[in-house]
T-cell receptor, first 112, second 114 residues
Framework: GQQLNQSPQSMFIQEGEDVSMNCTSS?????WLWYKQDPGEGPVLLIA?????ELTSNGRLTAQFGITRKDSFLNISASIPSDVGIYFC????????????FGTGTRLTIIP | NAGVTQTPKFQVLKTGQSMTLQCAQD?????MYWYRQDPGMGLRLIYY???????DKGEVPNGYNVSRLNKREFSLRLESAAPSQTSVYFC?????????????FGQGTRLTVV
C-alpha cells in the first residue's frame, strides 16, 4: 500500500518561532491535505492542495504541493500557544480507490 | 453546525462483547469513512462508503463490519471485541470519494476493551 512518511515526529519550540514539517510519499498523489488535531478532538482541515507546485496560505500557515507530487510541506510562522497539537498530512491519488492515506503526525509543543 | 456527530464518546467493553459505533453527518455528503487512531500510527482506514448503498474495506477491516444505513448515517460494529481494538475511532465524511474533495471528521469515540 501507499506509505506516507511525516517528519519530524515531534517538535519543541519557543513561542514566536517558525515551524516547518513535511510529508513524503512513495507514490504520486493528486491531493494533499493538512489537518490539525487538538487533544480529545477530531482532526480539523487546515489547508487543501490540488495542483503540483501549488502554494496556499491560511493565516500564518503556508503549505506547498511538491513539484514531484510525492511531497508536501507545512510552515507555521510566528507560533503561538494555540498552535500546540498534532499535525497530520494526508494524500489522495487518482489511482484505484482514491482513499486518503495519512501520515503518522507531527506533535508540536511550545515551550513557554 | 453539527457536521459529523459520533456516539458514544467513550466506551469500555469486555473482551467478547459487541457494540455499534454510530456516525451521522448533516452536510449531505456522499462518502463516509471509519478510521482508527493508535499512538504513533496516524489514522488508518477501516471501512468506507463511497456512496449510499456501497461499502468497501480499507486498510484494517478485520474484526469490524459496517452499515451505510442511509445517506446520513454510517455505523461501525464490533461483533466480538478484542483488546487489540482498543483505540480512538473517527468517522469522517466528504462530498464524494473523488480526488478534489476534503474529509471532515467527528470528535471521535474512545474505546477501551478489557
Amino acid at each position: 500500500g501507499q506509505q506516507l512518511n511525516q517528519s519530524p515526529q515531534s517538535m519543541f519550540i519557543q513561542e514566536g518561532e517558525d515551524v516547518s514539517m513535511n510529508c513524503t510519499s512513495s507514490s504520486i498523489f493528486n491531493t494533499w491535505l493538512w489537518y490539525k488535531q487538538d487533544p480529545g478532538e477530531g482532526p480539523v482541515l487546515l489547508i487543501a492542495l490540488y495542483k503540483a507546485g501549488e502554494l496556499t496560505s491560511n493565516g500564518r500557515l503556508t503549505a506547498q504541493f511538491g513539484i514531484t507530487r510525492k511531497d508536501s510541506f507545512l510552515n507555521i510562522s510566528a507560533s503561538i500557544p494555540s498552535d500546540v497539537g498534532i499535525y497530520f498530512c494526508a494524500g489522495r491519488s487518482n489511482f484505484g480507490n482514491e482513499k486518503l492515506t495519512f501520515g503518522t503526525g507531527t506533535r508540536l509543543t511550545i515551550i513557554p | 453546525n453539527a457536521g459529523v456527530t459520533q456516539t458514544p464518546k467513550f466506551q469500555v467493553l469486555k473482551t467478547g462483547q459487541s457494540m455499534t459505533l454510530q456516525c451521522a453527518q448533516d452536510m449531505n455528503h456522499n462518502s463516509m469513512y471509519w478510521y482508527r487512531q493508535d499512538p504513533g500510527m496516524g489514522l488508518r482506514l477501516i471501512y468506507y462508503s463511497a456512496s449510499e448503498g456501497t461499502t468497501d474495506k480499507g486498510e484494517v477491516p478485520n474484526g469490524y463490519n459496517v452499515s451505510r444505513l442511509n445517506k446520513r448515517e454510517f455505523s461501525l460494529r464490533l461483533e466480538s471485541a478484542a483488546p487489540s481494538q482498543t483505540s480512538v475511532y473517527f468517522c469522517a465524511s466528504s462530498e464524494s470519494a473523488g480526488p478534489n474533495t476534503e474529509a471532515f471528521f467527528g470528535q471521535g469515540t474512545r474505546l477501551t476493551v478489557v
